[in-house]
């Protein structure tokens, strides 16, 4: 598209005039193609100054958008395509309805804002505009239901993966879906799919992953002031939201099909292990029928929390209807 030609070359020298008549001949269009197409990139958010005279000048600009994400990312499945939106009630409910429709494998959906994102069980995930990265992928693997609670384990590897690799510190997971920064939590990840009756396979998955970047504590509605954190507030580092989502979905990637899931198993719960940051602790176990005090133990070659009751029993459980909490000091 001629359009992200003219602002390749002015990324390429960012900063710098380049004239209208250099970008016309490279291109093979005339000036005056160029000056529209300059006041649709402008239109897009990207900071182009007009130099009377002389041309146009890119300065530094943070664009989030479809084009930017497809841009960085290096995938074969993953993000093909991205489909952007500025709002939406919720991205997982979006791709499940592609999924509905013949949706493609690997579609990944990119909102700026959520009106309804979701969290487990009809919770409600802030999705504030500005702040943080809210997507969902598609899939469309050969894989039994039971396969699909491991997608969420993985997928809580990628994102400590991907955060650590853009600001050097790594966030640890709270089983299952949970991924924290200094005991608050920075991201949840909701996997929902559609099953094939007769075979139990899978029909599609929705991989829905929502990130807080850069929200400071007041950004936070009250009630979840306390347990919500961002990545620059933990750790003051800024990061660009479509480099997050290209950097995640490239890792998402890497582990789903580049090391095959579900057979690296093994490999990524060793790291989501090692990532667990109540093991050993005293927890608060709730379940549809109570509560109790357990001793968290170790996960197993499933995924399913060990934990050690106060009468010496041990419970392996499945994420299904339970939550899990920390016990105050
Ligand atoms: P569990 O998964 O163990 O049941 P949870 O309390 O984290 O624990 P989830 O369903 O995973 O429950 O997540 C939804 C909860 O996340 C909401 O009830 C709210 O407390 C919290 N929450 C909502 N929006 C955000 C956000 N943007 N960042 C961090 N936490 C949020
Ligand atoms: C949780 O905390 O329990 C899971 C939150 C999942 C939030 C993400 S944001 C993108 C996708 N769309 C949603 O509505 N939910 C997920």
């Not at 209208?20 to 006041?39: C, F, H, P």
């Not at 429709?101 to 994102?117: L, R």
């Not at 790594?170 to 089983?175: A, D, E, L, M, V």
Request: aromatic share 8%; charged share 25%; net charge negative.
């Amino acid at each position: 598209m001629i359009k992200y030609k003219i602002l390749d070359t002015l990324r390429q020298r960012e900063g710098m005039v380049v004239s209208g008549g250099e970008l016309a001949n490279r291109l093979g269009v005339s000036r005056t193609a160029v000056w529209k197409q300059i006041l649709s990139l402008q239109s897009e958010g990207y900071q182009i100054e007009s130099v009377p005279n002389k041309g146009y000048r890119l300065q530094k600009s943070e664009v989030y958008s479809a084009y930017e994400i497809t841009r960085r990312l290096n995938t074969q499945i993953i993000g093909h395509p991205v489909i952007f939106l500025e709002e939406v009630d919720s991205t997982n409910t979006y791709a499940k309805k592609l999924g509905t429709n013949g949706g493609e494998n690997g579609t990944a959906v990119v909102a700026a804002h959520q009106t309804s994102g979701k969290g487990r069980m009809e919770r409600k995930f802030e999705s504030p505009e500005g702040d943080g990265v809210y997507l969902s992928i598609l899939l469309r693997p050969k894989l039994q239901v039971s396969d699909i609670n491991s997608i969420t384990l993985m997928t809580a590897v990628v994102v400590s993966d991907t955060v650590e690799e853009l600001c050097g510190v790594r966030p640890s997971i709270k089983w299952t879906n949970d991924v924290y920064l200094n005991g608050k939590k920075l991201c949840g990840i909701l996997t929902e799919c559609s099953i094939e009756g007769e075979s139990g396979m899978v029909e599609y998955a929705v991989v829905g992953i929502g990130t807080n970047l850069r929200q400071v504590s007041g950004d936070f509605p009250e009630e979840i002031r306390d347990i919500a954190t961002s990545v620059f507030q933990e750790t003051g580092v800024r990061i660009d939201r479509a480099d997050y989502a290209a950097v995640l979905l490239q890792n998402f990637e890497r582990y789903f099909y580049t090391q095959h899931f579900p057979q690296n198993k093994a490999s990524f719960l060793e790291r989501y292990r090692n990532d667990l940051f109540f093991l050993g602790q005293e927890i608060t176990v709730v379940g549809l029928n109570g509560q109790y005090t357990a001793v968290a133990l170790d996960i197993d070659g499933e995924g399913r929390l060990l934990v050690r009751t106060e009468d010496g029993r041990t419970n392996a459980l499945n994420s299904g209807e339970i939550s899990i909490r920390m016990k105050e000091k």
